[in-house]
């Protein structure tokens, strides 16, 4: 098998919600513009075969290399439920073409109402739900991060 073939076999992805602290540019790439927590490990323990979406308070569901604009909107609850269709339908085409080994949900109770509708469409994948608080579900992230590398390297 080469290592095209082995490495779309092995894709994974990753649903992240937005970060209240972005750099301070005005418009850039989804993971260049948010600078919260969750982007800082994901970007210093990066796989290859990682896709990576992000909800988004102002965007709604969209791709790591989506350019948007800096911008300070909260996830209300209103919000979410306002996003829920939306982001189904975005889901739906994510995962059409894609076969992942494994997804990797990292939300928020808030973030997660606007994902409700899309649940059903992540229960025909593989997924870990990150569970628990923020610091917690960063603990889970990493953890997923380097489980991911190792494969990887087992692969190679």
Same mark, same amino acid.
């Given at each position: 098998?080469?290592? $095209?073939?082995?490495?779309?076999?092995?894709?994974?992805?990753?649903?992240?919600?937005?970060?209240?602290?972005?750099?301070?540019?005005?418009?850039?790439?989804?993971?260049?513009?948010?600078?919260?927590?969750?982007?800082?490990?994901? =970007?210093? $323990?990066?796989?290859?075969?990682?896709?990576?979406?992000?909800?988004?308070?102002?965007?709604?569901?969209?791709?790591? $290399?989506?350019?948007?604009?800096?911008?300070?909107?909260?996830?209300?609850?209103?919000?979410?439920?306002?996003?829920?269709?939306?982001?189904?339908?975005?889901?739906?085409?994510?995962?059409?073409?894609?076969?992942?080994?494994?997804?990797?949900?990292?939300?928020?109770?808030?973030?997660?109402?606007?994902?409700?509708?899309?649940?059903?469409?992540? $229960?025909?994948?593989?997924?870990?739900?990150?569970?628990?608080?923020?610091?917690?579900?960063?603990?889970?992230?990493?953890?997923?991060?380097?489980?991911?590398? =190792?494969?990887?390297?087992?692969?190679?």
């Amino acid at each position: 098998m080469d290592e $095209n073939n082995v490495s779309q076999s092995k894709k994974y992805l990753i649903i992240l919600p937005c970060s209240k602290r972005k750099k301070p540019i005005s418009k850039a790439p989804a993971i260049e513009l948010y600078d919260g927590p969750f982007y800082r490990v994901l =970007r210093k $323990n990066m796989p290859n075969n990682l896709d990576i979406l992000i909800l988004s308070a102002k965007y709604g569901l969209i791709r790591q $290399n989506d350019t948007i604009s800096n911008y300070d909107q909260k996830m209300t609850i209103e919000r979410a439920k306002e996003l829920a269709n939306e982001i189904e339908i975005k889901l739906i085409n994510a995962l059409k073409n894609n076969n992942y080994k494994e997804v990797f949900v990292n939300l928020g109770k808030t973030y997660m109402l606007a994902l409700e509708r899309g649940k059903r469409v992540l $229960n025909k994948q593989n997924v870990y739900w990150a569970t628990g608080e923020i610091g917690e579900r960063l603990h889970q992230l990493k953890n997923w991060l380097n489980k991911i590398n =190792r494969e990887v390297e087992v692969i190679y």
